[in-house]
């Protein structure tokens, strides 16, 4: 008899389904697996048989052969386990077609028959939705996750035997409990208010926050340059619920499990030694990368200027589309990756240029040859730019606390909402003033004949790209939003203008163009 179940892989965080088809005849006992199957996947054979004579069914007597449809679609992982001994059950006649009709199978069996969890149980459950799937069987294991993803029924075991005993009608099904972290939201540790002094750095780090704009900081070590990028994720607003699933779906993926994780926005901080492949994604087994796991957050690259040129240059294309693809020989795959980016960097080597307490030690060739590890174009790709000073010791022993992280983002909210409320009625696609397409720019940041005159200047004196021209108008858009003033005004402009300050460098030429 031939029998048919559903189940599907991740290419990305895509689910893809795969129909399971499985073929149990008289003959030389045999348990064959075709379509594409990868090692992990060859393996369920044995698992799967071991999991079959737990609940009392053996195999030895049959011929089966099971086929991973389509066939060009590489299958990997061991969550088709359950799909396959389900088949298997089905092509022997232990249990009928109908009961598992337009059910998808996901679970990795082990020896004993227990149904193990899986990697990216949301990214499966949201595919399984948008393809229409409205019932899913799933290890007991995935319990919160399945609770997060409305409009598929999901059915919970822990074993095998459970599954069979409720597809013949017997004790149905767990079913996950309605769980709150969706709409939970955690305490904040890193409050802004515990930062003293650096009042231009704060005011940087409010504007980005309120466009989603990438921001590069500059000072001697012990500035604060980390202290204020760990506090960035508590001035943000509140992710969506459907932000939060994909912040879910690919740290499911990656198999960082944990949705307690997703209360904040991601913060993703890898070392200045990160290699292109963990910052942008790939492996055999194509991983995302921290551009990708910081989606929706903040990645922050400390020690810019450190990182291997390879892989800063790798990040232009993402920030650029908000997706990364790798490509390889047999599949293409693609991870969203719309991260804002926050740069730390020294200076110069020596960390002290420019210091009024320190004294530089470096040559003035060092510097540049430094300060040009950072390209053009990838400074082109940081919206604000802000230079910090070495925090006064007044300021460190008897300075105000300073604004609560709470109070910023009150404000970093309220200018979101106004760019939400701007796109929708103009029919913009975009989510902040950072991600406009140009075709808007120029009608959402119009300015009036004296500002677009100093904007001009500024353009043929600093030598701004397209791109740099581009960035300072949704700048300045976002400045005007957290004024609450509309249109974009000539001090709106000039302080975008002047968030521009690492343009040039340390002689005082243009950065490259893109």
Request: with cysteine; net charge positive; glycine share 10%.
């Amino acid at each position: 008899m031939l029998a048919i179940a559903e189940s599907a892989v991740l290419t990305g965080v895509t689910a893809q389904p795969v129909r399971v088809e499985v073929r149990a005849e008289a003959g030389i006992p045999a348990f064959e697996l075709v379509g594409l199957a990868e090692t992990t996947v060859r393996e369920s054979r044995v698992r799967v048989k071991a999991a079959l004579e737990n609940v009392g069914i053996k195999i030895n007597e049959h011929r089966i052969t099971v086929n991973l449809a389509p066939a060009d679609v590489r299958k990997n992982g061991s969550s088709f386990d359950l799909a396959i001994a389900i088949g298997t059950l089905v092509a022997l006649e232990q249990l009928p077609q109908t009961a598992i009709a337009g059910v998808l199978l996901l679970g990795e069996l082990s020896l004993s028959g227990r149904v193990h969890a899986l990697r990216g149980a949301v990214a499966h459950l949201v595919g399984a939705r948008e393809r229409g799937v409205a019932r899913a069987i799933m290890p007991l294991a995935n319990e919160e996750e399945a609770s997060l993803v409305d409009g598929v029924d999901v059915g919970l075991a822990a074993t095998l035997g459970e599954i069979v005993q409720a597809l013949r009608g017997a004790e149905p099904l767990a079913r996950p409990r309605r769980s709150d972290v969706l709409e939970r939201r955690a305490w904040l540790v890193d409050d802004l208010a515990d930062v003293r002094g650096q009042h231009g750095a704060r005011r940087a780090l409010e504007v980005a926050a309120a466009g989603g704009h990438n921001l590069l900081m500059m000072g001697p070590p012990g500035a604060g340059k980390t202290m204020l990028a760990r506090r960035l994720p508590g001035i943000l607003p509140s992710l969506t619920r459907e932000e939060r699933l994909e912040v879910l779906a690919i740290h499911g993926v990656a198999g960082l499990l944990g949705v307690h994780s997703v209360n904040e926005r991601p913060f993703r901080a890898p070392h200045h030694t990160v290699s292109e492949f963990a910052l942008v994604g790939g492996g055999e087994h194509v991983r995302p990368g921290e551009v990708s796991l910081a989606h929706h957050g903040v990645l922050f690259l400390d020690e810019l200027a450190e990182l291997r040129r390879s892989a800063l240059e790798a990040l232009r294309q993402p920030l650029e589309d908000g997706a990364v693809t790798v490509c390889r020989m047999r599949a293409t795959t693609t991870f969203p990756a719309r991260p804002m980016l926050v740069g730390a960097t020294n200076p110069c080597p020596c960390g002290n240029r420019g210091d009024g307490t320190m004294r530089c030690t470096c040559a003035a060739d060092a510097v540049r040859a430094y300060r040009r590890r950072l390209s053009g174009p990838l400074l082109d790709r940081l919206d604000v730019h802000v230079v910090l000073p070495r925090v006064e010791l007044a300021d460190l022993q008897g300075g105000a606390r300073g604004e609560a992280s709470a109070d910023v983002r009150a404000r970093v909210t309220r200018a979101r909402e106004v760019q939400l409320a701007r796109f929708r009625a103009g029919e913009t696609s975009a989510a902040t003033n950072a991600h406009l397409a140009q075709r808007d720019v120029e009608r959402i940041c119009a300015l009036d004949t004296k500002t677009r005159s100093l904007l001009a200047a500024a353009v043929e004196r600093r030598g701004l790209s397209a791109r740099g021209y581009g960035k300072v108008l949704r700048v300045a858009r976002t400045i005007a939003d957290l004024a609450g003033v509309d249109p974009v005004r000539h001090a709106d402009v000039s302080e975008a203008l002047a968030a521009r300050v690492l343009d040039r460098d340390l002689e005082g030429h243009p950065a490259s163009a893109a």
